[in-house]
């Protein structure tokens, strides 16, 4: 299906991939690529975790990034999820100030999921996006809707569908590419701008190929230099010590830091091994590394004048049980009032059916657009402060958890679902990331069994059958069990679904 020299593309085709993006394509991958890959490895021969001294000037001076647009100036609440078409009318519909549409953690990457997740896109940019429910519902888009932001893939991530001069693209790249080519003077028509969330960074370096990656496509396509803006999720233990040198890097193109609070968990434990944290439940956002990496990040931001970005809000409205869904939402309303009067300019959920209840948190604690104003002079973070680990305890209950949440979400992911409702919590890519952590320190340190694990799973998981539950249970006690920790195991699951893509 390549159509230009040197790319090589496979699985179905679609008329966002012609001739004139291949070309755009195998420009990003030529310039960049080589760099992503090296910047890759030189995660690995990091050692410990400390301000960096070769960036200290940056750190103390004065610099602000660069304004946003006014279209950005409220961005009190935040929706995210995938991107089939469904999934984005809602959340365009939400009510909320911005919708994420996420190509990332929530997205489990098929190639049929990629390509149609970009048709969605073009197709809600242009506003002519609708849906047709098996059922006969009709779903299409109000006259008011959310801003459009989209997350690509993280560096680490590859499209093994498609290659240049022989090598996997970077998943980064791919969906950056696809969505700004088609789409970004469409935006800037319509008076919005191409707007990004960036993943799983875990250097200034990593942000400085990013910025580059920026101004080659809008020299390019002829955009002015800083029309992009991307806000970057802080969820790496190593980022948040350089939010100051992420943000200067993308000063020309930067709306800020997020609290990316459940990837932060899986990194905070994945970079310690030599750590065993509390259960999940027991991680909260009021004490230690938690509450001292959002503090340092909304300070950090309103001192540069950026936005400083609150944590998903996983809850789902429970429908059949009053009581249930109360607490349920007093845990929303408690979490959602912290961030409003700890200075966060705004927050993220996972439901349209917490907006709502977010948006009337900020509305009464936030008198203008945002809270930039509110520069946290108060706050002293140090190394300590962002490598406490809180107390707390390791429970059989938060065992059980971790298995029946991580094995039933692996095994959605591995039927192409990468958004998955679970005991009334919204769960990506994140969630079954601290499951495999949490067990695999366990497991590590001698605080259970390889044979307590196994019982653990047959419980757990008597009454799963049919679908992909064997593969996800053999892939979820792998992950556990293995001598070496795996990056990420989106990796193996990856290899996995493309081996079910070549046997359909």
């Known amino acids: 299906m390549g159509l230009v020299n040197g790319i090589e593309l496979t699985g179905r085709s679609s008329e966002l991939l012609g001739a004139s993006v291949q070309e755009f394509l195998v420009a990003l991958e030529r ?48 929706i ?6 469904k999934m ?29 997740g970009q048709e969605s896109l073009y197709r809600a940019v242009r506003r002519t996006l609708t849906f ?66 960036l993943p799983k960074l875990e250097s200034h370096l990593e942000a400085r190929l990013w910025n580059d990656v920026f101004d080659f496509a809008q020299d390019t396509l002829g955009i002015k230099r800083g029309t992009i803006k991307a806000t970057v999720l802080i969820e790496t233990l190593p980022a948040a010590f350089e ?51 959002a503090q340092k990040l909304i300070q950090t931001c309103h001192r540069r004048g950026a936005f400083a970005m609150g944590g998903m809000a996983a809850q789902i409205p429970i429908k059949d049980d009053a009581a249930a869904n109360e607490a349920a939402m007093a845990r929303v309303r408690a979490d ?22 977010a948006r009337a948190i900020f509305d009464a604690h936030v008198k203008g657009q945002n809270q930039l104003s509110v520069l946290r002079n108060d706050v002293s973070i140090t190394r300590e402060d962002l490598l406490r680990v809180p107390e707390g305890t390791n429970t059989e209950d938060g065992l059980r958890h971790n298995v029946r949440v991580g094995v039933r979400y692996l095994e959605a992911w591995l039927r192409g679902q990468g958004c998955v409702p679970l005991f009334n919590l919204m769960e990506d890519a994140a969630t079954a990331e601290i499951s495999r952590a949490q067990v695999w320190q366990q497991v590590r ?60």
């Not at 009510?95 to 953690?105: K, S």
Request: negative net charge; contains cysteine.
């Open 445 to 504: 340190h001698g605080r259970i069994t390889v044979a307590k694990l196994d019982q653990v799973i047959r419980e757990e998981l008597a009454d799963a059958k049919g679908g992909k539950f064997d593969e996800a249970m053999a892939l979820f006690r792998a992950l556990s069990t293995s001598d070496q920790f795996e990056e990420f195991l989106t990796l193996p699951a990856y290899q996995w679904l493309l081996a079910a893509e070549a046997k359909s």
């Open 31 to 78: 310039r960049f690529g080589e760099r992503r890959r090296e910047l890759l490895a030189k995660r690995k021969t990091r050692k410990g975790f400390d301000f960096l001294p070769e960036t200290a000037s940056v750190r103390a001076g004065e610099w602000r990034v660069a304004p946003v647009p006014e279209v950005l100036a409220d961005r009190r609440v935040e």
């Open 243 to 293: 939010m100051d040198e992420i943000l200067y890097e993308l000063r020309e193109h930067s709306a800020g830091l997020n609290c990316g609070r459940w990837d932060y968990i899986f990194s905070f434990i994945k970079k310690q091994p030599d750590l065993v944290l509390p259960d999940r439940s027991q991680l909260t956002m009021d004490k230690g590394f938690l509450r001292a990496y």
């Open 132 to 197: 047709t429910s098996p059922e006969g519902k009709a779903y299409a888009l109000n006259e008011k809707t959310a801003l459009l932001f989209v997350r690509p893939r993280g560096w680490h991530l590859e499209e093994a569908h498609v290659k240049v001069d022989g090598k996997a693209m970077g998943g980064g790249l791919f969906d950056f590419g696809v969505f700004f080519f088609h789409n970004a003077k469409e935006q800037l028509a319509r008076g919005v701008g191409p707007f990004f969330y």
């Open 336 to 357: 959602k009032e912290r961030e409003a009067k700890d200075g966060h300019d705004g927050t993220w959920v996972a439901h349209p059916g917490l907006v709502p209840v």
């Open 88 to 116: 984005v009318i809602n959340a365009l519909n939400s009510g909320a100030n911005v919708f994420m549409a996420d190509c990332e953690d929530s997205l489990a990457p098929s190639w049929e999921n990629v390509i149609a």
């Open 80 to 85: 995210t999820g995938p991107t089939d078409a």
